[in-house]
């Protein structure tokens, strides 16, 4: 028999009363509010312009959400670690440039040109891993250096002019249709699945989650905190190439000016998402769920012909409120701690 | 500061308890002006709590404190400072990127600031130096008061906290082992310090490990144990020997133990073991045994632990496991190799609090419960439900937070997160911190349990009462190194205390 002192024990009856029943610990999931906000939004907006539901727009946000989805996740595991990636949209800019560049300059096949734009992508990653983890260095100010120097290399490569005559097999990437849905949305779906299944369902992912939400304990647990840290540096960059690589089969040109700002929206979209700021907490179907929101506050407001000026008003506002539900809820986590 | 005679801190009916436990019960207490008053007690005696009470950092749970004959309001630091109490803690609040003088005046101005214009606002450089400079000068100590305070080795920093309360002109002056950190030059100024806001009609209470020193200094000296004042002393009667024995109180109560395994095998041996602030180190643990980890704080008893476990760079000597070469370079190895370290700060090295009690239970061997990697939440949930079972973890559900339990429970659980990974060796660190006392109870029955199937265990504690409870043999710690090898048939907290002062010992 335990032989625990009374107060410990109330303390529990205590908690199990807050416990409560599936339903209600369904209900404090912040997942649920997310995903229950993009069915009230998306209900609405149906109902106010029919047009909106309609398959060319469904395509349309499709292949928009799965540009920066994937780097949402990207940018989502890095985080979970308990760093951050302010590189991603700029990564993102230069690998349109350099998978174009590849292709038409360097004279390669499509398939080479993505591969070395993906090689050179996950390198950076890798940098930024060993940076981090090795030298200690704050994650925030390696991952700016990056977002500076990949914003620089993108206009230098191409002289600010786009680079045009990219193979057909970009476009074919990121304008075919699976059963009338995108396949860049496909793909962004099977990314999703991928990280859910690391996360939830392979013991290396739980072990980042260990580490992001106490590296020390982590690593007297035996837990090689570093390696972990490093392979999510490597797959947001990778997943930051390949958004790339959609980008230019999108635009069939390799622009040297998309990606600016993405970083911020994938970070939004992770934080919406319930992913916590300091690390160790957040789960896919949440930041899946913060991007299909996020795509969704946009091109409704397109569709409702907002005055584009407002929409980063209203998507600050989201952003601020999911920002203030997280600190509630690790204030009452705390507080019973 | 008014000089003469007269009470400056007088306590009425002051306790603290945390729930159950009472930490401090003190009826009545008057500290006289012009007094050095000596505080010794164990570790847990209730020494830090009695000094929060007064410096206004712990509530107290009933009771007054009065200052100067004003009552404190309890849990407020500032109005304590207010009344003119000063406190120089072991672990210095000092802000390391700031400068010597900023730091002495934190949180005031010096007094030239007043005659400048717009002196309530601006800060006021020159000003403060040379209020530093005085400051230093008074105490008595050599540096550079425009140097950041994180450049400075770790005795000037003690010094510069000592002046920083100096500076605050107080009545009662707190400190908390102030000579732990300091050569024997700057331990002379500060007794020597002492000895002057004393004889100024200040009262200054003093808390040490160091038994001579003490005794030495203090013109009274009272022993805590268990939260209670067992002695009032005057100099003449606080011999060493009299005070450990009102220390250590009662002769203690044994349990039973599984006795110490006879020729079973060696499983861990260290030759000439070294680290940054540990060794050399000759140490052999046996299959079965529990051997205790005596020793004052600094003493390396948590270096030992953590540079057997790889989570501390080994910089010279050998060990063998199980008589192959052990070099664990990060703790992944020592778990890999059957080592397991049960750490310290429950919350800050164990437990990832936010996190439910079934991924804390299985945090040490997820990959022994995922096939190719691959983690099913059925095996996962299967075995956390094992752990929670056989340790008897009282919980509502294995899915809840682990911060909602209790310290016994939560510490239960980093147990049996270490149980499960079939160590040979397990690595304890304060085993009982912050665990109510029938929790403690279990976990000592689970440490003779483990044992009994042939672990080997190395338990470091600050509680000797506990060590020499549940260990076959206890090695003694000082200044990085063991000073002595004890087998229970001749343990005896004198012999220990004795050791773990720095003296050597024939065993």
Redesign the interface.
Known sequence: ?????????Q???A??TA?GSALS?LARSPEVGVVLACVLLFTGLAIAKPAFAGAVNLQNMGTDLAQYGVIAIGESLVILTGGIDLSVGALLGLSVVLAAWFNVKAGMPAGPAILCTLALTGLVGWIHGLAVTKLAMPPFVTTLVTYTVAQGAALAITSGIPVVGISGLFSDLSQTFVAQVPLPAVLFAVTAVAAWFFLE???????V??VG??K?????????GDRRIIAMYVTSSLLAGFGGVLVAGRMGVGSPTVGVGWELSAIAAAVIGGV?LVG??GRILGIVAGAVLLELINDGMIALAVNADYTNIVLGVVLGLAILADRLRARR??R?? | MTSGSGTAIALRGVSKSYGPVTVLDLPELDLTRGQIVGVVGENGAGKSTLMGVLSGTVTPSTGEVLVDGRPLHGGRPDHARALGVALVAQEFPLVGQLSVAENLLLGRRPASADQRPLGRWLFDRGGTRRAARELLDEVGVQADVDQPVEQLPVPVRQMIEIAKAWGQRPLVLILDEPTSSLGPVEARQVLDLAKRHAAAGGCVLFIGHRLDEVRELADRVIVLRSGRLVADLTPAEATEERLIREMVGSELTRIDVTPPPADRATVLSARGLTADGLGPVDLDLRAGEIVGVAGLMGSGRSRLLHTLMGAQPRTGGTVTLGGTDFHPRHPADAVEAGIGLVPEDRKQQSLVLTHSVRWNATLATLRGISRRGVLTPRADKAHAGRIVKDLKVRLHSPEQPIGNLSGGNQQKVVFGRWLAARPRVLLLDEPTRGVDVGAKADIYRLIDDAAKEGLAVLAASSELEELLWICHRIVVMAHGRIVADIPRDRFSKELIMTAAAGTEVST
């Open positions: 028999m335990s032989t625990d002192t009374v107060p410990a024990g303390r529990e009856q908690a199990s416990d610990r369902r392979t013991y290396a992912g739980r072990q989650y260990a939400g106490n020390e304990a982590a690593r007297l647990a035996g837990i090689r916590s160790g907490q986590l705390s019973r701690g």
